[in-house]
């Protein structure tokens, strides 16, 4: 079943779009200009999505950034930057968050209590 396509003015947008034009944006894909922007694992240790999402923007400019928002049911609230990253056994909440913010955008997460960022 096809759904019409709903047509936006770019122009009204607040913030500019990443993806305007997604047929042109598809013909001039390049795998080469895409690794480009990857800076890839210390010591040229290949490629992981989390670094990239996360790991090296906590040394790097965005350091200081908030990456993840914490609101409590009780008003309480904490901001962790990329800096204070949590150690791997309690990273998940930054890698879910780390792919939007590189843009960003905002990415909203439920969990039941503040995600524990001790080891």
Not at 25 to 43: K, V
Not at 60 to 73: E, F, S
Not at 88 to 100: E, K, N, Y
Request: aromatic letters at 8%.
């Amino acid at each position: 079943m096809m759904h019409a396509l709903i047509a936006k003015d770019v122009a009204r947008f607040r913030r500019q779009p990443n993806l305007i034009d997604y047929a042109a944006t598809r013909t001039a894909f390049d795998w080469a200009t895409a690794r480009a922007l990857l800076d890839g694992l210390p010591g040229g240790r290949g490629l992981n999505i989390a670094h990239e999402a996360v790991d090296r923007h906590a040394t790097g400019p965005r350091a200081a950034r908030v990456a993840l928002r914490w609101l409590g049911k009780d008003g309480e609230r904490r901001e962790f930057t990329f800096a204070s990253s949590p150690p791997r056994p309690a990273a998940l909440p930054m890698r879910l968050v780390g792919s939007a913010s590189a843009r960003a955008e905002e990415c909203l997460c439920c969990w039941g209590e503040c995600p524990s960022f001790t080891s």
